[in-house]
């Protein structure tokens, strides 16, 4: 079984349903190669000269894991064919508690935000996107009373596990707003494009989470001194149905995971977590690539090595040490894991392609962040980067949260424009006007947001 669940390869490939609705995932993935989709799948091998396939045990068990029953027939089943019973499937096109997200990919659910809907100051639960690597644990099978996190690993003294009540009762509250980006954010711009969800700007979030800092759950579970990264483990399960492998376990190091911002959180924006968000517990350390983030989050072990979790290697979640020319196959020594996000914006109001009527000029805003760092300034153009106008800019409630930027634009004369925005964090780094450094799997797309006005 490939180690990396299957993903969204090509957006051209994307079916639409009679009502709109765009098809992705599966039908994408068996659209494209059906064999090399059997096989990413469920391990399924298939003989290219007569297609048959050769069923082995582990590929036959997680197929009928995902039907849901033991397939009888299977070695009579033609090679490259969707079983019935997900094709025919359409429940995950509504996604519970979420409104107005582009579904990117159905299995696993991956769905981003428009820009427009990002607009508030913190991003309300139902507009956060949802970025999923396995399967969320069902949830029937959530009880919140015995959800249990277990604090362990060989740099872990005394390891414990604490109920959701525990953690409530024995730490410190703490709320913070905290940005959540996925590494892979804008990797639909990249050329030659790179294999993943095919995410353009919907990729980012900034709620609110409550909880319990991490420092202080594992300083009451003893940190040894070797201690050098911790790492996360999730409910979900993968895609394969296999219970021995898990969808993602990444994590980050001590420094990080010791910050005050980083949370073991219950809440988001003062309410459950959404399910789909990683109900009831997850970890959030925000500024980081999304993915360290763990969600249904039921352990946190203490490491005296780099966390060696599914996807903390390269190529996951890790880009060149050095600038490579597009395309170019990297090998993975000659690559790094990403730590924090770069400096980027997105404009929020107005909503792409509307018409501005009014005498007076635009108001034009939007939010800024920069990882670890603050962002020190936001500029606006109206003429193709030519000239740029400063635009007010918020500092943060908090360390880790966006930060919101207005401005008020003029325009010449009737005709069209494009607004661009671009951000400069702490440190003097400026957003790219193009698609920066290009990297395999297409990470870090932190390129000026641009929108069209026309001017009537
Ligand atoms: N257990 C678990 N945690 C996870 C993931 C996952 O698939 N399983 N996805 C990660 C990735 S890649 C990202 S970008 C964020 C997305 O958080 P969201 O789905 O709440 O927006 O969660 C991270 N945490
Ligand atoms: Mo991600």
Redesign the pocket.
Known sequence: MSKTPPTTRDSKTQATQPDGKTTRGIHELYAEDPLAADKELWDRETDPLSRRGFIKRSSLLAMAAAVGASIPFADKMPAGLIPAALAQSDEPFNIEGKEGLTVLNDR?I?AETPPHLLDDDVTPAKH???????L?PKQSSIDVDSWTLEIAGESCQNPKSFTIAELKKQFDHHTYQLT??????GRAEFNPSASGNQWTTG?V?CPTYTGVRVKDVLKACGIKDDAVYIG?????THLSGDPSKE????GVPMKKALEDESLIAWAMNDED??Y???YPL??VCGGW?????????NKIVIRNQRHDGT?MAPPS?SVPKHPVAPGTDVPLDDMVTIHSMPVKSLITFPKSGITHSDSGPLEVRGHAWAGDLSVKEVQVSTDFGVTWQKAELKDAPNRLAWQRFTAKLDFPEPGYYEIWAKAIDSEGNAQPMVVPGWNPKGYLNNACHRIAVQVA
């Open positions: 696993p991956n956060m996107f949802v970025r999923n690597n396995g969320p959540v980006e996925c590494g892979g954010n990729a979030a996360y483990y999730g409910a979900d969808p993602i376990s990444r977590i959404p789909q968000n990683g997850r970890l690539p999304g993915s360290v983030s763990g969600k249904w989050l996807k979640y």
